[in-house]
C-alpha cells in the first residue's frame, strides 16, 4: 500500500437496533422522513450490515475505507435524556467495527446535541480514548439549530482537537414541510421535502446561520464538511455575499467557505459539480462520498440483492450490526467502478495556476476545462496517500 491511492468515502451509514427502538418509540407524528428508508426494504437490511455485503458493495464502487457514521437523523430527533444515555452506545459500536477492520473501517461519533455539555465531553472522548475521526451533525436538535450559543463546548472542543465536523441533513421542521412541500402525494411530498431538495435547503441554511452567527469568528479553526456538493451554497455564493455587511462578517461568504468548509459529492458524481466545487472552493477542499447506501452509486447500483436478503429487514433489525450477514454475493458480470483522479488532478492544476495568476495579476478566476472529455472519471478527491492509517482531512495550516 505504500505508493497506492486509497479511496475514503465519508459519509456511509449504519444503524444499531437500540436506535431504531428509540426511534420507534416516539409519536408517528414525531418520526423523521428517513425513519421509513432507515428500517424497511433493501436500505434497511444494508444500514444493519457492516460485513460481507458492504465490503462487496465497497469493491464494486472501488472503495477502500468507509467512514462509518449514524445515519439521519441521528440522535437530534430524540428526547434529550434518551439521547444522552444512547451517544456512547452508539460511539462504542462503532468503534467496534472499526477495531475489528481497520483496513476498511474508520468512524465518525455520534452526539446528542440537545446537551451541549455532554456532547462535548463525549466528542472528546469518541476521539482521544474510541480513536474516531470526528463527528456527525444533523442540524437542528428539536428546536436548537447549530447557531445556538449553548453549543459553544462543542466548537470549543472541536476546534481544540483539530477533527472535523460533518454536517448532514435533517428533514425539515413539520410546519416548513407543511408551508412548502406537501399537497402531494405521500411520496413526492415526502421526496421533495428530503431528497428532491428539502434536506439540502435545511443543511444549507444551517452552514449559513454558522457564518452569520459569527461560530467561525470565533472559532478560526474549525472544519465543517459538508456533503451533496455544498448543499446548494457553494451555488449561490455571489448572491449570498450581500449579507456579510449586514452581519457585521470580518470576511467574505467565499473567504468563509473557501477557509472552513470541505465538500463531498455524496454519491452525486456528477463531473459539472465537480469542476463547479474546484472553481469556488479549490481542489484541495473536495473530499469523497458515496451515502451509503442510499445513492445508487454507494453499490454500483445496488443490484446484486438477493430475494432472500430483502426479506431479512425485519428479522434483521433485532440484532447488532455484524461483519457478515450471510447474504451471499450474486454472481455477474459486473464490473468494478473505478474511481479515477484524472479529473480531480487536471483541476488541480487548472485551479493552481489561475489562482497563482490572480495572486500576480488581480485577474478574476473562472474555470474552464475546455474540450476535456471527462465523462469516464468519476470524482474521488478523498483520498490520502499512505499505509495502515487514512488521514481524513489535511492538516490544518
Known amino acids: 500500500?505504500?505508493?497506492?491511492?486509497?479511496?475514503?468515502?465519508?459519509?456511509?451509514?449504519?444503524?444499531?437496533?437500540?436506535?431504531?427502538?428509540?426511534?420507534?418509540?416516539?409519536?408517528?407524528?414525531?418520526?423523521?422522513?428517513?425513519?421509513?428508508?432507515?428500517?424497511?426494504?433493501?436500505?434497511?437490511?444494508?444500514?444493519?450490515?457492516?460485513?460481507?455485503?458492504?465490503?462487496?458493495?465497497?469493491?464494486?464502487?472501488?472503495?477502500?475505507?468507509?467512514?462509518?457514521?449514524?445515519?439521519?437523523?441521528?440522535?437530534?430527533?430524540?428526547?434529550?435524556?434518551?439521547?444522552?444515555?444512547?451517544?456512547?452506545?452508539?460511539?462504542?459500536?462503532?468503534?467496534?467495527?472499526?477495531?475489528?477492520?481497520?483496513?476498511?473501517?474508520?468512524?465518525?461519533?455520534?452526539?446528542?446535541?440537545?446537551?451541549?455539555?455532554?456532547?462535548?465531553?463525549e466528542l472528546q472522548r469518541a476521539v482521544r480514548t474510541l480513536g474516531l475521526d470526528g463527528a456527525m451533525l444533523y442540524g437542528r436538535a428539536g428546536g436548537m439549530g447549530l447557531d445556538d450559543p449553548a453549543l459553544e463546548p462543542l466548537w470549543v472542543a472541536a476546534e481544540e482537537m483539530n477533527v472535523p465536523l460533518h454536517l448532514h441533513p435533517q428533514s425539515p421542521p413539520p410546519a416548513v414541510r407543511a408551508a412548502y412541500y406537501d399537497d402531494f402525494t405521500a411520496a413526492v411530498s415526502a421526496g421533495l421535502a428530503t431528497h428532491g431538495i428539502g434536506w439540502?435547503?435545511?443543511?444549507?441554511?444551517?452552514?449559513?446561520?454558522?457564518?452569520?452567527?459569527?461560530?467561525?469568528?470565533?472559532?478560526?479553526?474549525?472544519?465543517?464538511?459538508?456533503?451533496?456538493?455544498?448543499?446548494?451554497?457553494?451555488?449561490?455564493l455571489e448572491r449570498v455575499e450581500h449579507l456579510a455587511g449586514p452581519a457585521g462578517l470580518a470576511r467574505t461568504l467565499t473567504e468563509y467557505a473557501r477557509e472552513h468548509v470541505y465538500v463531498t459529492p455524496s454519491g452525486m458524481l456528477s463531473e459539472r459539480y465537480l469542476r463547479w466545487a474546484t472553481e469556488v472552493l479549490g481542489p484541495d477542499r473536495l473530499l469523497f462520498a458515496t451515502d451509503y447506501p442510499f445513492e445508487a452509486a454507494s453499490g454500483a447500483g445496488l443490484a446484486r440483492s438477493s430475494k432472500g436478503c430483502r426479506s431479512r429487514t425485519r428479522t434483521a433489525r433485532r440484532s447488532r450490526p455484524a461483519r457478515g450477514n450471510g447474504c451471499g454475493r450474486e454472481s455477474g458480470d459486473e464490473r468494478p467502478l473505478t474511481v479515477r483522479l484524472d479529473a480531480v488532478r487536471t483541476a488541480s492544476r487548472s485551479y493552481r495556476r489561475e489562482r497563482d495568476h490572480r495572486r500576480g495579476a488581480g485577474a478574476v478566476h473562472h474555470f474552464d476545462a475546455g474540450d476535456r472529455d471527462l465523462r469516464r472519471h468519476d470524482p474521488a478527491a478523498g483520498v490520502r496517500r499512505g499505509g495502515a492509517g487514512v488521514d481524513l482531512l489535511p492538516a490544518h495550516p
Open 1 to 121: 500500500m505504500s505508493d497506492q491511492m486509497r479511496v475514503v468515502a465519508l459519509e456511509e451509514h449504519l444503524v444499531v437496533p437500540e436506535v431504531l427502538d428509540a426511534w420507534a418509540r416516539l409519536d408517528p407524528a414525531d418520526h423523521d422522513l428517513a425513519y421509513g428508508p432507515a428500517t424497511e426494504g433493501e436500505t434497511g437490511w444494508r444500514l444493519l450490515d457492516a460485513g460481507d455485503e458492504r465490503r462487496a458493495a465497497m469493491e464494486a464502487t472501488g472503495v477502500d475505507v468507509h467512514v462509518l457514521s449514524l445515519t439521519t437523523p441521528g440522535l437530534q430527533n430524540l428526547p434529550s435524556a434518551e439521547a444522552r444515555a444512547l451517544q456512547p452506545l452508539v460511539n462504542d459500536r462503532i468503534t467496534e467495527l472499526v477495531r475489528g477492520d481497520p483496513e476498511h473501517f474508520h468512524g465518525l461519533a455520534t452526539l446528542a446535541t440537545a446537551s451541549p455539555d455532554a456532547a462535548a465531553a
Open 200 to 236: 439540502h435547503y435545511d443543511a444549507g441554511v444551517q452552514f449559513l446561520r454558522l457564518v452569520l452567527s459569527g461560530v467561525f469568528d470565533r472559532h478560526p479553526r474549525l472544519r465543517i464538511v459538508i456533503g451533496h456538493w455544498g448543499e446548494l451554497v457553494l451555488f449561490y
